[in-house]
């Protein structure tokens, strides 16, 4: 089965910065649309970013200018990195595999494999 392992999460002041890393094993996504997603507590889950097969990344509105995703194909792992948290950006942060149209729109009707997720509080 393919696996998806976040790591980076924790706490941080408001204004600060994490990398978030998400590990694929199994599974060559070069090619292929991922992203990260967002669950706050008593929230839905939200898309954060998506990068399609051609590299090119869009962002939920939120998080434009803050958020950079980026991947590495060698390693087989996709980035988010977090600048200027704010107390919004609370939340379970995971990575998916998205086999359907690359939008943040539709991703997570379309993601077939998550990760378990990574935790991040700003405060």
């Known amino acids: 089965d393919v696996q998806l392992v976040e790591s980076g999460g924790g706490s941080v002041q408001i204004g600060g910065s994490l990398r978030l890393s998400c590990d694929v094993s199994?599974?060559?996504?070069?090619?292929?649309?991922m992203g990260w997603f967002r669950q706050a507590a008593g929230k839905e889950r939200e898309g954060v970013a998506v990068?399609?097969?051609?590299?090119?990344?869009t962002y939920a509105d939120p998080v434009k200018g803050r958020f950079t995703l980026s991947k590495d194909n060698a390693k087989n792992t996709l980035y988010l990195q977090m600048d200027s948290l704010k107390p919004g950006d609370t939340a379970m942060y995971l990575c998916?595999?998205?086999?359907?149209?690359?939008?943040?729109?539709?991703?997570?009707?379309?993601?077939?494999?998550w990760g378990q997720g990574t935790q991040v509080t700003v405060s």
């Open positions: 998916a595999t998205i086999s359907g149209p690359c939008s943040l729109a539709v991703a997570a009707l379309w993601a077939d494999y």
């Open positions: 199994r599974y060559t996504y070069s090619g292929y649309c």
């Open positions: 990068i399609d097969a051609h590299d090119i990344t």
